[in-house]
């Protein structure tokens, strides 16, 4: 299975899955990640990704030009992958959701930063959301 993690902290994520029962997968060849960072597809010299909503607000959302474009990329990839986005607001992870998933050649596995992603990018973009359940970090 093609797995791809999108976040601002990739290396984090790396780290973590490299260890363990998820790490095994990986050195078996069972799972394939991919990480791929907003900051990289920027057009900000600092590789800046946040902004206000658009619609207004307070916070501090992703910006939807360096998302659109790793979606692109993902997109044109021969397996195109499942888009979820982990979010509160989503369909609360459960075993039926993890079967169905384990199903698929391909996912990526969107995380958000600040008060999230643009819901351009949202409406536009993504598959499904998926809440890890009710707790709040």
């Not at 299975?1 to 790490?23: C, K, T, Y």
Request: proline share 7%.
């Amino acid at each position: 299975m093609q797995l791809h993690f999108i976040s601002i902290f990739p290396e984090l994520i790396a780290h973590w899955f490299s260890q363990g029962v998820v790490g095994r997968a990986i050195s078996q060849g069972k799972i394939a990640p991919q990480y791929w960072n907003p900051r990289d597809y920027s057009d900000d010299r600092y590789g800046r990704v946040d902004d206000r909503p658009f619609g207004g607000g307070p916070g501090m959302v992703m910006q939807y030009e360096p998302l659109k474009r790793i979606h692109s990329a993902l997109n044109a990839q021969a397996e195109k992958p499942l888009h979820i986005y982990l979010s509160p607001q989503g369909v609360p992870f459960h075993h039926d959701i993890a079967q169905t998933l384990a199903e698929k050649p391909a996912i990526a596995l969107w995380s958000g930063r600040y008060e999230g992603i643009d819901q351009r990018f949202i409406d536009e973009c993504i598959d499904v959301e998926i809440s890890l359940g009710d707790y709040v970090l």
